[in-house]
């Protein structure tokens, strides 16, 4: 009987499961095509000075223009992307576009403007990104390296790999900015980050929503963003929507905040029309720091 139930349970699952990957190896094909295809596109969300209300920097952000599915965030590909290896050849192209962006950004509105880039651990790995090449491309364009701030995840900094530790290095020697994603959602404690280079620390909102709460959850931050600074970490909230949490963070000495209180991300026009007209970054100081 028990042999029966099991044959049952694997018939009923079989066709949902087959279903299921036949869906992932149809995007991971279709993925192959959209570089070439002109179908990625990037997003770029404001990073704000929580003291001055001012637009500093930008977080880029991928999107997939799927000629049938609609508009794909990366929860919806970046992950396959990882497993066919195609997020080498994505992530390469995000960043040329995300530099460039900021080369004009700079041009245009702001000399010390800088532009965030997402990666993914696999591009830090054996066979992964080749930095040596992205640093040759911000040459060509005249992009200092320290515009650029590359964004990682803890558990990059946890895996102790050696290609990864070398590659991080190299990245600092040719200064490029490095900041660490999504902090307070894992494990890392701020003293264990003294031993990276890192120039940010992005919280996430998991870490604050709990804390700002509290009666002591301003002093909480205050202590962490005092330690961060001691080590010369700069600290950006991310995911702000309520204009109480970002007084919580400012008050507490967080230095920069990104999220929907603020904007959510643009394309690169309208990115750059929002820095270009003053009395909209205005704007966002008065709804942001009143
Ligand atoms: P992340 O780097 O932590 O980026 C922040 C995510 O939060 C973005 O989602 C952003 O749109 C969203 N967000 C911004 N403000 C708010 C807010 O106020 N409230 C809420 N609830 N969410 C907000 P998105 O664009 O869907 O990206 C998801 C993740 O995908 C990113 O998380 C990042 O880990 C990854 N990702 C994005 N672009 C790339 C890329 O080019 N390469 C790689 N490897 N990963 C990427
Ligand atoms: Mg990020
Ligand atoms: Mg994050
Ligand atoms: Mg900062």
Redesign the pocket.
Known sequence: AAKQQGRDRFNYFAPFMQEASRARVALANELRDALCGDQLR??F?PIVELDSGRIRKA?????WQHPTRGLL???DF?TI??HTGA?VG??DW?FRQAARHAKRMQQLHDPDFQVA????AW?FREGGSNFGEWLDFLDEIQLHPRSVII?V?ESLLLEANHEVGRKLQALHEAEIQLSL??FGTGYCSVAFLKRYNLDFL?I??AFFTNLADGADGGAICAAMVGLAHKMGIQIIA????TAANMRTLRDAGCDFG????FS??LSGEELASLMGSVDKSMDIHRTACE
């Open positions: 990037v997003l969300q977080e880029a952000l991928v999107r965030g990366p929860a970046i992307a990882e997020i994505i992530g995000v880039v997402n990666n993914s591009q964004e995840k994603d999504d992005k996430d909102p991310e995911g702000l929507e990104q999220g929907y209180l959510r991300p």
